[in-house]
């Protein structure tokens, strides 16, 4: 299902988000799973990971 929303909305519609704050230590396993997954090129990962994050939140770098 995770390869064919990526494969139908595109990388640029997907964003990681997190409110899991009480216990911060399992934010970590959703980090995982995308960066293992094999379906997901590098550029996919980063894009999912950081840059969609930054245009939303409009972070300047």
């Not at 390869?3 to 909305?9: C, F, M, S």
């Amino acid at each position: 299902m995770r390869k064919t929303l990526i494969n139908t909305a595109g990388n640029d519609k997907i964003l990681f988000d997190t409110l899991q704050m009480a216990c911060p230590a399992l934010i970590g396993q959703p980090v995982m799973t995308i960066q293992n997954a094999d379906y997901l090129s590098p550029e996919n990962k980063h894009v999912i990971l950081w840059v969609n994050a930054t245009d939303s939140l409009e972070v300047v770098e």
